[in-house]
């Protein structure tokens, strides 16, 4: 929040869990301010100018995708139901990448020329360290049902085996989010990490990994380019267009193509990157925004 411009911006709801007078308090805002929702639920009433950050791919699956996710909340299909409708009276739609765009544009067609790709911010603090080929994996996860961490870890695990590559796993979970299989897999379960934490891992990892196939955006895949590490993780379009040259891409579930990009990301160096990602830059132009034609 450091990054918001020196202006008149009041946060409505920071640091407390959705509830409807959150929502209450949005919509009561004067209707010549301009609203941002960083939420999935934007808003009820036709006042504008409204804008909505879309970040949570999973209010826009694709035909399959929640049969193939474990863990996927029961409710799933209702929240998406509210999403989908409040999306539908916002001015501006902003998506932090295309593949996500694509989503929301084909769950709701009519808001096709309201959407806008923007990457989300990340500030770099700390300074790259590279080392020599060795060192740790650092393995940036927010335990959840649908992600499969316990599936992670094992196919991680495996490929470093079978890579004969001397790397430390470094999970940013608890023993017990591992279903305490850490200690049998070598895994170092680290808990969760500060802001300041997390930047100083980043800078000292060997490489970062990112396994999975259903994100809004990747969040590791950003800050291992901004900060110059390699990055390994699916070999998707999306993570294409996130990690660019920092990504290593590997093959979903593949064990042996993960055990070639781990050698590859090893001996890979990268340049830092942050311009993408510029905090305050974003914040700036999020904060004047309008109209989706200027976001473009």
């Known amino acids: 929040m450091a990054a918001l411009p020196a202006r008149d911006v009041r946060l409505v709801g920071l640091a407390r869990r959705l509830g409807p007078g959150w929502l209450v308090a949005r919509e009561l805002i004067e209707p010549q301010r301009r609203r941002i929702a960083a939420n999935n639920v934007s808003f009820v009433t036709g006042r504008g100018p409204r804008i909505v950050l879309l970040n ?27 999403v989908l409708g409040a999306a539908l009276r916002a001015d501006v739609i902003v998506v932090p990448c295309t593949d996500m765009a694509e989503r929301v544009t084909a769950g709701l067609p009519r808001v096709a020329s309201r959407v806008v790709v923007r990457h989300q911010p990340y500030t770099v603090t700390h300074s790259r360290r590279p080392g020599d080929g060795t060192g740790y994996v650092l393995y940036p996860s927010i335990p959840a049902p649908h992600k499969d961490l316990v599936g992670g870890v094992q196919l991680l695990a495996d490929a470093i085996a079978e890579s004969g590559l001397d790397l430390e796993v470094r999970v940013t979970c608890t023993d017990a989010d591992l279903a305490n299989v850490a200690r049998r897999l070598g895994v170092r379960a680290i808990g969760p990490q500060s802001l ?55 093959t979903a579930g593949d064990r042996d193509s993960l055990a070639r990009a781990l050698e590859v990301a090893v001996a890979t160096s990268v340049d830092p990157d942050p311009a993408p990602f510029e905090a305050a830059a974003y914040f700036a132009w999020l904060t004047t925004l309008t109209s989706a034609n200027e976001g473009s």
């Not at 000292?204 to 259903?214: D, I, R």
């Not at 990055?231 to 267009?241: F, H, I, L, S």
Request: proline share 7%.
């Open 56 to 82: 949570n791919a999973l209010h826009f699956l694709r035909p399959g995708e929640i049969d193939r996710l474990p863990g996927v909340p029961a409710d799933l299909r209702r929240q998406s139901r509210v």
């Open 196 to 250: 300041d934490g997390l930047d100083q891992l980043l800078a000292g990892a060997a490489l970062v990994f990112s396994p999975y196939t259903t994100e809004s955006y990747g969040y590791p895949v950003a800050e291992a380019r901004a900060v110059g590490v390699p990055v390994v993780g699916v070999d998707t379009a999306q993570n294409r267009e996130i990690g660019s040259r920092a990504l290593v891409g590997f």
